[in-house]
């Protein structure tokens, strides 16, 4: 059974940066898929960046690109969300989701099998 522990959230002020980390046990990164989404207040969960596992590859969603810096250590079996200039509109529950599918993409969340419990992002002065 795949288990995803997030951490690193908290409050920021506007242009600060955040780390987001989520440990991942019971598989490995490159046998799973890995997406961060985020849910705002009032808002439906949206995805924000994934990274595959056979080979890589990261797509990020067109609002944070630039800003944002998806990574994983295979070797500590965790993938990292780098938040730079954070912005009001980045404030949410970030959660960490993973899937044994090999479909590339950043896929709509029914397609993720395993979800974190999520961390609060807060940005505000």
């Known amino acids: 059974q795949v288990q995803l522990v997030e951490s690193g959230g908290g409050l920021v002020q506007p242009g600060g940066s955040l780390r987001l980390s989520c440990a991942v046990s019971?598989?490995?990164?490159?046998?799973?898929?890995i997406a961060w989404f985020r849910q705002a207040p009032g808002k439906a969960r949206e995805g924000v960046s994934s990274?595959?596992?056979?080979?890589?590859?990261?797509l990020y969603k067109d609002s944070v690109k630039g800003r944002f810096t998806f990574s994983r250590d295979n070797a500590k079996n965790t993938v990292v969300l780098q938040m730079n200039s954070l912005r009001p509109e980045d404030t949410g529950v970030y959660y960490c989701?993973?899937?044994?599918?090999?479909?590339?993409?950043?896929?709509?969340?029914?397609?993720?099998?395993?979800w974190g419990q999520g961390t609060q992002v807060t940005v505000s002065s």
């Open positions: 019971g598989g490995t990164l490159d046998s799973l898929a």
């Open positions: 989701a993973a899937t044994t599918s090999a479909v590339p993409g950043i896929l709509p969340e029914y397609w993720y099998e395993y």
């Open positions: 990274i595959s596992g056979r080979d890589g590859m990261i």
